[in-house]
């Protein structure tokens, strides 16, 4: 058997604000910078260590795009799933460069708030997988 899996799953922070970009055909994607961090105590100082790595993150879905848009912010925790792609390209100066992303696609990527959103007028977010967006907030219960 010969099977293979691209998936990765990153629970994280924005480190700025996501940028929404408009393609040819009129429609947006967004990408976003997202920082993990990993902490541990060092055995021979006792003092607290801590590591971050940065991901670039693009989103080909013009839902999750609009959730970007409306709610996201610098420093929203996040819960992402998609793929790891690498796309090589040639820079200004005519060298060779690639460049590794994570990339959630349309219908297959996964984008969940993990910290409140700021709240809009008569709506409120409430995280789902996914991604959905606002729901009515005047639930009588």
Not at 40 to 59: C, L, M, S
Not at 107 to 114: A, E, H, I, P, S
Request: charged letters at 30%; one cysteine or more; a negative charge.
């Amino acid at each position: 058997m010969s099977s293979s899996v691209n998936k990765i799953f990153l629970v994280g922070n924005l480190g700025v604000d996501p940028e929404i970009r408009t393609m040819g055909s009129g429609g947006e994607f967004a990408r976003l910078s997202v920082a993990t961090s990993d902490t541990w105590k060092d055995r021979e100082t006792g003092e607290r260590r801590e590591n971050t790595e940065w991901h670039r993150v693009v989103i080909w879905d013009e839902h999750l795009t609009d959730v970007c848009k409306r709610f996201l912010r610098k420093g929203s925790k996040v819960y992402l799933e998609g793929t790891i792609q690498t796309r090589s390209y040639t820079g200004q100066d005519g060298s060779e460069r690639s460049s590794t992303e994570v990339v959630l696609n349309r219908g297959r990527g996964v984008l969940t708030m993990l910290d409140s959103a700021p709240r809009t007028e008569g709506n409120a977010y409430e995280p789902t997988p996914g991604g959905a967006g606002p729901i009515d907030d005047d639930i009588p219960f």
